[in-house]
Nanobody, 120 residues
Framework: QVQLVESGGGTVAPGGSLTLSCVAS????????QSWYRQVAGKEREFVAQ???????DYADFARGRFTIWQDTGKNTVYLQMNNLEPEDTAVYYC??????????????WGQGTLVTVSS
């Protein structure tokens, strides 16, 4: 079973920066895609950024130019660098990973979420 653990959330002033991390762990798994989503209470979870193991990265329009996603495949870790944060970026940020276990069983898992608050 693959598990994800996020970290790096917190409170930051408008214009500030934060870097989120998400570590994947488990046995005999391969990651195909790692993504970040976010959710505000009462609203649907929305896509933030995605980084396939092979292929181009993708960003939501609100993230492009301010957020950067990258991964350390050796550590099974994906990061989200967020710059010039705005109060509208306040949300719980979730990590997502998709891949294969034991080379045959597909999986899609979510982390527990990490809260980002942008406030003066």
């Amino acid at each position: 079973q693959v598990q994800l653990v996020e970290s790096g959330g917190g409170t930051v002033a408008p214009g500030g920066s934060l870097t989120l991390s998400c570590v994947a762990s488990g046995d005999a798994f391969t990651i195909v895609t790692q993504s970040w989503y976010r959710q505000v209470a009462g609203k649907e979870r929305e896509f933030v950024a995605q980084i396939p193991t092979m292929g181009p990265m993708d960003y939501a329009d609100f993230a492009r130019g301010r957020f950067t996603i990258w991964q350390d495949t050796g550590k099974n870790t994906v990061y989200l660098q967020m710059n010039n944060l705005e109060p509208e970026d306040t949300a719980v940020y979730y990590c997502n990973a998709e891949g294969v276990v034991d080379r045959i069983s597909p999986y899609k898992v979510w982390g527990q979420g990490t809260l980002v608050t942008v406030s003066s």
